[in-house]
């Protein structure tokens, strides 16, 4: 029986990083104490939690893997806020080193808040480059959301740190881009790149609506981000838009 106190042992597990967890097993699991014994079995579950989402992202990274052989720079591309009546369409380009292994990166609408602002951080801190691509709503009413979207996009590929090789992109083609696609049906819950790429785009432009909140706080933007609920809307019907509305997504509400 180890001679540490029980509340000590809870105290270096709650500590612990993840890595440390098999030899924190290992060592007390012998103990014998009920006390113990239930510290130990939290762990393991903890444990088989990590081995199942390190499946996950093992199988995140297969179209990662099938290129990184060949490729350095691998480009994921993705875009939030083409549905919203107010504010930009906001996509990225991120680049991840070979070999990445940043747990929990899943499609940003699938994540908390708080997950995705903790992602945000890792991402930017490992990723080889981040760049940003923001196309406004008066551009978007002038030249629609599909190519005001491809336009972001090519804004975030030129913004890169280094050039990408190859480009995996969620569902769509980027027109004049001369450097390989690969479009990935629903990408940014298949792909590693295209992933962290959503995360980036969404706490971005959602921490932009948040900022619009200050300025116009009768439409809530904090809370809908500028998509059409019944706050936003009847906001809408009553103060009428304010200059970050997309006037021809407007035409049905005022």
């Known amino acids: 029986m180890s001679e540490k106190k029980i ?8 500590e612990m990083g993840l890595a440390d967890l098999p030899d924190f097993i290992e060592e007390y699991i012998n103990d014998g104490r009920p006390g113990v014994s239930k510290i130990i079995n939290v762990a393991q579950k903890r444990m088989e939690k990590l081995r199942i989402e390190q499946e996950r992202i093992n199988k995140l990274k297969e179209f990662e893997n099938k290129y990184w ?33 940043i747990l929990y990166i899943n499609d940003s609408k699938k994540l908390s808040a708080s997950k995705r602002e903790e992602l945000y951080d890792i991402i930017m801190d490992q990723a080889i480059s981040v760049s940003i691509g923001v196309v406004s709503e008066e551009r978007i009413d002038e030249i629609n959301i599909l190519q005001a979207t491809y336009e972001a996009m090519r804004q975030a590929i030129s913004e890169a740190k280094v050039e990408p090789q190859i480009l995996l992109n969620d569902a769509v083609s980027i027109p004049q881009v001369n450097i390989k696609q690969v479009p990935i049906i629903k990408g940014d819950a ?5 992933g962290a790429a959503s995360i980036i785009a969404k706490v971005t432009r959602d921490r932009m609506m948040v900022e619009y909140d200050s300025i116009y706080p009768e439409y809530h933007f ?33």
């Open 7 to 14: 509340s000590e042992i809870q105290k270096e597990y709650k």
């Open 69 to 101: 052989d060949t490729y350095d720079y691998i480009g994921g591309i993705d875009e939030v806020g083409r549905g919203p009546l107010a504010g930009p369409v906001v996509t990225a380009c991120v680049i991840l080193p070979k070999g990445c292994n």
């Open 190 to 194: 298949k792909s590693i790149t295209i």
């Open 222 to 254: 904090a809370s809908n981000k500028g998509y059409g609920s019944a706050e936003h809307i009847a906001a809408l019907k009553e103060f009428g838009p304010c200059p970050i509305h997309r006037k021809s997504f407007i035409g049905n509400f005022v």
